[in-house]
C-alpha cells in the first residue's frame, strides 16, 4: 500500500482551467478555477497556472517534490507520448506548445497530459462508478458526445490516441450528416442540441398537453426534459425514451465488440439518469447478444465535474510509476 500523499491535477478547458490537489486516492482537497483567455496565448496561462499552483501549495503547506508527477488533460487530439496538443478547436495557438514539459521543468516532477475524455474515464475507472472492473467503458454525453476506453486496467489509447471516439459510430448511413463528415453517428441522436430538436419535432406532432408548450424555445433543454418528465410530462418521458433507445443501440454493438464489465454515462445529459438508462439497458438486452449484454452494468458517473481533474492527477502518478 503507497503512502498517502498529495498531487495536483489540471483540466484545460476552453474557458476555464480547473486546478485541483488530490490526495492520491483520488478524493480533491481543493479545487480552484481560473480564465484560460486561449486567445492571450498558452505562455500567459502558464504563468498564471504556475501562480494558482504556488497558492494552492501555500495554503496546503504541499512542497513540489511531495506530489511525485503533474497531470493535466484537454480536449482535442493528444499526443501523449510527447505531452502535446495536436488539434483543439477552442485552443488553436496552443497546438504543440510544450505546456506540460514547462509545467514540470517548473515544478521539479514528470508532467503529462491526457485527452479530456481519457481523463475522465481514467478517474472514473481508479475511484468513481468504474472502480473494481478491468474492462470499462465510459460515455460523456453533452453538446458532443465522447469516450474513453480503459481496458485490461489500461487506458487504450488505439494507434493515434483517437481511440473511443464512440459519438461518431454511424449508426445510419442514410442518417443525418453529422459535423465529423460522416452519416447518422450517435451524436446526432443524443447529443444534447438533438434532444432538443426531437423535443420540438414531438411537440409539433403530439396532440397532448405538455409543461413545455408554455416555454419559450431557448429554454427546452436537456435538464427542463428531465425536470418535465419528472413531474409527469409524457412528451417529455417520450423524447428519453426514444433519446434512450438510440443510445441503447450504439451500446448494444459496443458490448459485443468490448465486452464491458461496467458502462458508465457522464456529462450534462446523463442528469437525466433512469429517465435515459432504464430504456439503454433494455434495448442492449434485446440488441445485443446474450452473454455480454447480460454482464454489462450500465450506470451513471459518479466524480460529476471533477472526474477529469482526478483522473489526469491519477493517470500522470501511474505514468510516473508511483502508483
Ligand atoms: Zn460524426
Not at 481508479?126 to 454525453?141: E, F, I, K, N, Q
Not at 459518479?302 to 472526474?307: E, F
Amino acid at each position: 500500500m503507497t503512502q498517502a500523499f498529495r498531487t495536483i491535477g489540471i483540466d484545460i478547458g476552453g474557458t476555464a482551467i480547473k486546478i485541483a490537489v488530490v490526495w492520491n486516492d483520488g478524493r480533491v482537497v481543493e479545487s480552484r478555477q481560473i480564465p484560460t483567455q486561449a486567445d492571450a496565448g498558452p505562455e500567459a496561462a502558464q504563468a498564471r497556472i504556475l501562480a494558482c499552483i504556488a497558492a494552492l501549495q501555500q495554503a496546503h503547506g504541499l512542497e513540489s517534490a511531495a506530489m511525485r508527477a503533474l497531470g493535466m488533460d484537454s480536449a482535442g487530439i493528444i499526443d501523449s507520448t510527447h505531452n502535446l496538443v495536436l488539434d483543439a478547436p477552442n485552443l488553436r495557438s496552443w497546438q504543440r506548445y510544450p505546456l506540460a514539459a514547462r509545467l514540470g521543468a517548473a515544478l521539479g516532477v514528470p508532467a503529462f497530459l491526457e485527452n479530456d475524455v481519457n481523463a475522465m474515464a481514467y478517474g472514473e475507472w481508479h475511484c468513481g462508478a468504474g472502480r473494481g472492473v478491468r474492462d470499462l467503458l465510459c460515455l460523456t454525453l453533452g453538446t458532443g458526445v465522447g469516450g474513453g476506453l480503459v481496458l485490461n486496467g489500461e487506458l487504450y489509447r488505439g494507434a493515434s490516441g483517437a481511440a473511443g471516439e464512440v459519438g461518431h459510430m454511424s449508426l445510419d448511413r442514410n442518417g443525418p450528416r453529422c459535423a465529423c463528415g460522416n452519416f447518422g453517428c450517435l451524436e446526432r441522436y443524443v447529443g444534447a442540441q438533438y434532444i432538443v430538436a426531437r423535443a420540438q419535432a414531438m411537440l409539433e406532432r403530439d396532440p397532448r398537453s405538455s409543461s413545455l408548450r408554455d416555454m419559450a424555445a431557448n429554454l427546452i433543454t436537456p435538464l427542463a426534459l428531465t425536470e418535465a418528465a419528472a413531474a409527469g410530462d409524457g412528451i417529455a418521458a417520450a423524447v428519453w425514451e426514444e433519446t434512450g433507445i438510440w443510445l441503447g443501440v450504439a451500446l448494444a454493438s459496443l458490448v459485443n465488440v468490448l465486452n464491458p464489465e461496467r458502462v458508465v454515462i457522464g456529462g450534462g445529459v446523463a442528469q437525466a439518469g433512469e429517465l435515459l438508462l432504464a430504456p439503454a439497458r433494455r434495448t442492449i438486452l434485446e440488441r445485443a447478444m446474450a452473454l455480454p449484454a447480460a454482464r454489462a452494468e450500465v450506470v451513471t458517473a459518479a466524480l460529476g465535474n471533477d472526474a477529469a481533474v482526478v483522473g489526469a492527477a491519477m493517470l500522470a502518478l501511474a505514468r510516473a510509476g508511483v502508483a
